[in-house]
């Protein structure tokens, strides 16, 4: 799996976007971007992914660059609910024996009222 | 549609002591892994149960075993404990592949503490 590099932490007004980037200069072209979150106390939560198009869920947008090595997960409206560590984790696409996330530090997030 | 369980909650150990942590996949899921999370580190990959055989392994020393039982619930073993082996213990479970959105989904975990 591709080495991430991630902010070691963020603070976000309560109702703006939160931003948070991954560096991924080394993904490869069969490498998919995948957030997870960890909020505190709790087991690692997915999020989104994606290879090279910008997706969007009912809980974040993931917008990748053109060139794939780095990326943006976008919460639109944080909410006090979204304090947690968030991963960003580069991984092919997992088959039958490669179900393995290598989880890095991770981004702490923090949410300000 | 139950999640992932885990049990127990915590636990203490002492050093040298084994001790078996259990889990219970998400219904329908066929994958079962482990991950090892120390304090304000990320998780670390164990290895993973496909199917009742162990499928894929991070850098864990033999003494960190499993099993898969036929309804896709999971044990952790670890024998001879030692101080470095306290962190949260965290157990994961998924589709099979082509089934839905290929994520992972994670237990709340069990806190082992090695004294």
């Known amino acids: 799996d591709a080495k991430t590099t991630q902010p070691t932490s963020m603070d976000c007004a309560e109702g703006r976007a939160a931003n948070l980037p991954c560096n991924h200069s080394?993904?490869?072209?069969?490498?998919?971007v995948y957030w997870y979150r960890q909020i505190h106390s709790q087991g690692p939560q997915y999020i989104i992914h994606?290879?090279?198009n910008n997706e969007t869920n009912e809980m974040a947008s993931l917008i990748i660059t053109e060139d794939r090595k780095s990326s943006t997960l976008i919460l639109p409206h944080a909410t006090l609910r979204d304090t947690a560590v968030y991963y960003c984790?580069?991984?092919?696409?997992?088959?039958?024996?490669?179900?393995?996330?290598?989880f890095g530090t991770g981004t702490r997030l923090t949410i300000i009222p | 549609e139950t999640g992932v369980t885990q049990s127990p909650t915590h636990l203490i150990k002492t050093r040298g002591q084994q001790v078996t942590l259990r889990c219970s996949s998400q219904s329908g899921h066929n994958t079962v892994s482990w991950y090892q999370q120390a304090l304000g580190q990320g998780p670390q990959f164990i290895f993973q149960y496909y199917r009742e055989e162990e499928n894929g392994r991070g850098n864990f020393p033999p003494r960190f075993s499993g099993l898969q039982f036929p309804n896709y619930s999971s044990e952790l073993n670890v024998n001879a404990l030692e101080l470095d082996d306290s962190a949260l213990y965290l157990c994961a479970s998924s589709l099979p592949l082509g089934q839905g959105v290929h994520e992972q989904y994670f237990g709340p975990g069990t806190r082992l503490t090695v004294t």
């Open positions: 080394t993904i490869s072209g069969n490498e998919y």
């Open positions: 994606g290879l090279k």
């Open positions: 984790i580069a991984r092919p696409l997992p088959n039958f024996g490669n179900e393995k996330l290598t």
